[in-house]
T-cell receptor, first 113, second 112 residues
Framework: GESVGLHLPTLSVQEGDNSIINCAYS??????FIWYKQESGKGPQFIID?????DKRQGQRVTVLLNKTVKHLSLQIAATQPGDSAVYFC????????????FGSGTKLNVKP | DAGVIQSPRHEVTEMGQEVTLRCKPI?????LFWYRQTMMRGLELLIY????????DSGMPEDRFSAKMPNASFSTLKIQPSEPRDSAVYFC??????????FGSGTRLTVV
C-alpha cells in the first residue's frame, strides 16, 4: 500500500474545460476512498470521499467515480479554474481500517488561463 | 478553528543532531497521524495515535524515529540522530471521522 512518486504524471487543461484525474488503487479490501488536493507548500486538503457501496458521488464542481471491478477511481472537475492547479492524490483505507490511509503517487494538474 | 498546527515550518540541522517536530491537533479530534512526504516515496504514514495511545507504528523507518502524544492536544516526532536521508516534509494530521481527516501545513526538514 505504499506510494511511489519519482515523476508525477501531469495533466494540462485549459481554463473552463473539464478535468479527469485517474487513480488505480491496490487493495481490493479497501472500502473507503478520499481525494485530496495539495497546493504548493501546503498539506493535502480533503476534497471528496466515497464508500465502496457507491459508484458515484458528487460535490461542488467535483464528481468521484469508483469502479471496484478494475480498482479504479476518477476525479472529475467541472469548469476547471486556475485555482484548481495542484497535485491531486487518491487515498484508500487498505483492509477496512478507517484510520489508516495509503496514498497514490499523485497527479499534477496545470490549468492554463 | 485554527486547524492542525505544526512547528517549526522549516528546520535545517546538521547530521547527527536531534530534531523534534511538534503538532497540535484540532480540538476534539481523537486520532493523530504523522506522515512523511518525499518525491521518491510520496506520502508515507509513519505512526498514528488513537486517544493518545500509539496504535500502529509500523511505518516508522527505524529506531532513530520516535513519537509521543502526552495529551490530546500535543504530539512530537523526534529523530535522533538525524541523517541527510531524513530530509523530507513531515505532516501531522488529525481526525475524528474519516471525512474530517485534516492535515497541517507540514515541517520541511533539511539535514545537511
Amino acid at each position: 500500500g505504499e506510494s511511489v512518486g519519482l515523476h508525477l504524471p501531469t495533466l494540462s487543461v485549459q481554463e473552463g474545460d473539464n478535468s479527469i484525474i485517474n487513480c488505480a488503487y491496490s487493495n481490493s479490501a479497501s472500502d473507503y476512498f478520499i481525494w485530496y488536493k495539495q497546493e504548493s507548500g501546503k498539506g493535502p486538503q480533503f476534497i471528496i470521499d466515497i464508500r465502496s457501496n457507491m459508484d458515484k458521488r458528487q460535490g461542488q464542481r467535483v464528481t468521484v467515480l469508483l469502479n471496484k471491478t478494475v480498482k479504479h477511481l476518477s476525479l472529475q472537475i467541472a469548469a476547471t479554474q486556475p485555482g484548481d492547479s495542484a497535485v491531486y492524490f487518491c487515498a484508500e483505507n487498505g483492509s477496512g481500517n478507517f484510520n489508516k490511509f495509503y496514498f497514490g503517487s499523485g497527479t499534477k494538474l496545470n490549468v492554463k488561463p | 478553528d485554527a486547524g492542525v498546527i505544526q512547528s517549526p515550518r522549516h528546520e535545517v540541522t546538521e547530521m547527527g543532531q536531534e530534531v523534534t517536530l511538534r503538532c497540535k491537533p484540532i480540538s476534539g479530534h481523537n486520532s493523530l497521524f504523522w506522515y512523511r512526504q518525499t518525491m521518491m516515496r510520496g506520502l508515507e504514514l509513519l505512526i498514528y495515535f488513537n486517544n493518545n495511545v500509539p496504535i500502529d507504528d509500523s511505518g516508522m523507518p527505524e529506531d532513530r524515529f520516535s513519537a509521543k502524544m502526552p495529551n490530546a492536544s500535543f504530539s512530537t516526532l523526534k529523530i535522533q540522530p538525524s541523517e541527510p536521508r531524513d530530509s523530507a516534509v513531515y505532516f501531522c494530521a488529525s481526525s475524528l471521522t474519516p471525512s474530517s481527516y485534516t492535515f497541517g501545513s507540514g515541517t520541511r526538514l533539511t539535514v545537511v
